[in-house]
């Protein structure tokens, strides 16, 4: 049973995707249609790439992954199939394949000249996309599509700088919990802090985090807390806090927003 996900910046608006899952299943009636999110900020294709790292690694080889954010083709962001590590990915080269891996992928092929189902230009989700995902869960290959090409963006993202015994992070991802998912890695964070003493700056001196946990319950209700997470990131939460005045978890009550800078100083 071929597998293919779906992944969109739709919102509220999900019967785009609907229609995407109904001209799938037409197309390959036995295909498994997963939805990993229709969250993703609009045109954010960084925010997809991190979804889409935190979730490949768990279907299995042959998986087709559609991404519908920023999906206009023009000569800057061409649509293409990207194959990496034996799954596919359909989207527009806005740089979001080369952040999933963050390196070059298996092969790449051009969908310029590909025949669409339908004449949509402001959909190519579905004119261009479904049709090309239905070829390859029916087995077909990628070079009946397009020719092989190369990615045209190789786009990279803010990385952590370490100076003055100072590492400092952005905020990439805030879920759903409100839990803060920042660019520092575990490698990078013992690398610089040798089992130094540190402290996780807080906007509020009451909120810094001088501790990493393995679990969020390892601090009482309501306490800020730091833990790497199963992508390896530092990540910020507060451990099961209720919602106040639409705030929720560490973005809400400790007034973190996405791109925010983090903080950690190290003891000299």
């Known amino acids: 049973m071929p597998i293919i996900t779906l992944t969109s910046d739709y919102g509220p608006e999900r019967f785009y995707a609907g229609i995407l899952r109904g001209a799938l299943l037409a197309a390959v009636p036995d295909a498994n249609v997963v939805d990993l999110t229709h969250d993703v900020r609009k045109y954010k294709s960084s925010d997809a790439a991190l979804i889409l790292r935190s979730c490949v690694k768990h279907f299995p080889k042959g998986t087709i992954h559609m991404i519908a954010v920023s999906t206009e083709a023009t000569a800057e962001t061409p649509h293409r199939i990207v194959r990496i590590e034996d799954q596919y990915f359909i989207g527009a080269d806005t740089g979001v394949f080369h952040l999933i891996f963050g390196k070059e992928p298996d ?10 189902d339908y004449d949509y230009p402001t959909f190519p989700e579905r004119s261009i996309f479904v049709p090309a995902a239905a070829h390859l869960a ?12 190369s990615l045209a963006s190789s786009k990279s993202l803010l990385k952590p700088v370490y100076a003055d015994h ?98 950690i100083e190290f003891a000299q």
């Not at 092969?107 to 669409?116: E, R």
């Not at 029916?138 to 092989?148: A, D, F, M, N, S």
């Not at 919990?177 to 964070?189: A, E, P, S």
Request: proline residues 3%; contains cysteine.
């Open 138 to 149: 029916r087995g077909g290959i990628p070079e009946l599509l397009g020719r092989p090409a």
């Open 166 to 263: 100072v590492l400092t992070g952005h905020v990439i991802y805030i879920d759903g919990y409100g839990n803060c998912i920042t660019d520092i890695d575990q490698k990078l964070f013992k690398e610089v802090g040798t089992d130094r003493s540190f402290v996780i700056v807080m906007r509020s001196s009451r909120s810094d985090i001088r501790k990493i946990h393995t679990r969020y319950s390892e601090v009482p209700v309501g306490d800020s807390v730091a833990i790497f997470n199963h992508l390896g990131l530092l990540e910020i939460a507060v451990n099961r806090a209720a919602p106040t005045d639409g705030n929720v978890g560490a973005s809400g009550l400790l007034g973190i927003k996405l791109d925010d800078v983090i903080r």
């Open 107 to 116: 092969a790449v092929f051009d969908l310029s000249n590909m025949m669409a």
